[in-house]
């Protein structure tokens, strides 16, 4: 009995100038659930469901190798898209991020770019609004500063024009009140002199992508808010005796 060979990413050992039927159709399991093995007697193809509804590939079915190197690239292009929406189900990326995850799945070059082109017109993925989003949270709720944000939508992919756009509607109150809290935090955490709570905290906020002027600002106002508490903690020691 001859051993049914499926072909890896293609059917480059499919026969050449011979009609193919399709003699058996499997349904796939555990992680390969959603495709089907489409046999053609020793020889399979593995497409994913929509691919084998859309071509018909049921029992009986003639195809030529020609036709199924055109199914070969569709499900290649439905693999892509499929693959796609369940990472953007799990966490929203940027156009760069995505095309990195496609082409570690070993996706053709231009089938990728097909599919962003097909993710964008479905604003699916879109890096202004996405820039947009990240900035606004980095800053407001993980007390980021903008040179931090900037850095990391650069990695992201990100034109500068997007990374303008986006950090441009971060308002300076909202990046001040950031770094205040940050540095409000870490003065607290500080023992010992104001000195080393000034130059502890200064590098602290720093490292957080906050720029030199608006970390020496937050310490001034520390300062001053450490200096009045310790001169409301005087006035209570020595009450006034009249």
């Not at 906050?210 to 508490?229: D, H, K, M, W």
Request: net charge negative; hydrophobic share 35%.
């Amino acid at each position: 009995m001859e051993l049914e060979q499926e072909v890896p990413g293609g059917i480059a050992h499919f026969p050449d100038h011979r009609e193919l039927v399709v003699t058996r159709v499997e349904r796939k399991q555990g992680r390969q659930r959603g495709r089907y093995l489409i046999h053609f007697g020793e020889y399979s193809l593995s497409v994913l469901e929509d691919v084998m509804i859309k071509y018909r590939m049921t029992s009986g079915t003639v195809f030529t190798k020609e036709e199924l190197a055109e199914i070969v690239v569709a499900d290649e292009r439905q693999q892509a898209y499929v693959h796609s929406l369940y990472i953007l189900g799990r966490k929203q990326r940027s156009r760069t991020e995505l095309a990195r995850r496609l082409t570690d799945k070993e996706i053709q070059p231009a089938i990728v770019e097909e599919t962003l082109d097909r993710l964008e017109r479905e604003k699916l993925i879109d890096d202004t609004v996405f820039a947009r989003q990240w900035a606004q949270q980095r800053i407001s709720s993980q007390r980021k500063g903008k040179l931090w944000v900037r850095q990391e939508l650069r990695q992201k992919g990100i034109s500068k024009d997007n990374i303008a756009e986006a950090l441009g509607e971060v308002s300076d109150e909202e990046e001040w009140d950031s770094a205040l809290q940050c540095g409000r935090k870490k003065w607290r955490q500080v023992r010992g002199e104001m000195l080393d709570q000034k130059r502890k905290t200064m590098a602290y906020l720093m490292r957080r992508g906050f720029t030199g002027e608006l970390s020496r600002r937050v310490i001034q106002r520390l300062a001053a808010e450490s200096q009045e508490a310790e001169m409301d903690e005087d006035d209570t020691e020595w009450p006034d005796m009249d």
